[in-house]
């Protein structure tokens, strides 16, 4: 499937390839692994990851999902986090009126094309050893306002939602070998719901 920013703009699409709602309850292995909390079944991709920052879509390097695509000039950030407390855009709160008044006339579904932060996230890994030959999923557990996730090169999915976790299947994209490469640019999407670009992702398989 091929992606479209138009989906930013349309208010029946907020969701593709994502996995269904489900209960969270954690996996396991085994019953040493629950007795212990430790599960072989879920990798933890929290920490470093690559990134870079456009101040609108225009602006965004659409094509940094491609393998072929150098990541030498991106930056380091922390995930989970905040982009704008890592020194990307600024922290907005606002209970009273939108970002964007007085600015720009905006009505929704429509968002604004010159003051749209774009986060660009990259994070290269090896599949631990357990997870090998199964089902393997990603999980967001909070991303504002708007994601599309690659693998390897591959479009996987994209997600709306600030607070309910986003969840794609890798598994026809993993490689039986070497390193994986996962691609996520996070939309603020102002108009339909500011955001704030954080987020937490694991993968874990489920039976």
């Known amino acids: 499937m091929k992606y479209t920013l138009d989906w930013l703009t349309n208010p029946e699409v907020f969701a593709v390839n994502r996995i269904a709602a489900h209960s969270d309850h954690r ?4 019953h040493l692994e629950a007795d212990a909390d430790n599960s072989s079944l879920i990798q933890n991709l929290n920490g470093t990851w690559k990134f870079a920052w456009a101040k609108n879509p225009s602006e965004w390097q659409q094509k940094f999902y ?15 986090g905040h982009m704008e407390l890592q020194g990307y855009g600024k922290p ?8 964007w008044e007085g ?15 774009v986060g660009s996230y990259v994070r290269y890994f090896d599949l ?16 504002e306002t708007a994601m599309y996730v690659w693998l390897n090169g591959e479009f996987i999915g994209y997600g709306e939602d600030s607070f309910t976790p986003s969840e794609f299947e890798l598994t026809p994209y993993i490689r039986e070998k ?7 640019s996070v939309q603020e ?10 987020f937490l992702e694991i993968l874990r398989h489920f039976p």
Do not use: M, W
């Open 189 to 198: 999407k102002f108009c339909q719901l500011a955001g704030r670009s954080g």
């Open 66 to 80: 491609e393998e072929s695509d150098s990541t030498d000039n991106f930056d380091n950030i922390q995930v989970p």
């Open 27 to 30: 996996i396991y292995a085994n």
């Open 92 to 99: 907005q709160y606002v209970n009273t009126i939108y970002p």
């Open 128 to 143: 631990n050893d357990a997870l090998k030959n199964k089902r393997v999923f990603i999980s967001f557990q909070g991303v």
């Open 103 to 117: 600015q720009e006339h905006l009505r929704p579904p429509f968002i604004s094309e010159k003051d749209n932060p």
């Open 178 to 184: 070497g390193q994986q490469t996962c691609c996520c």
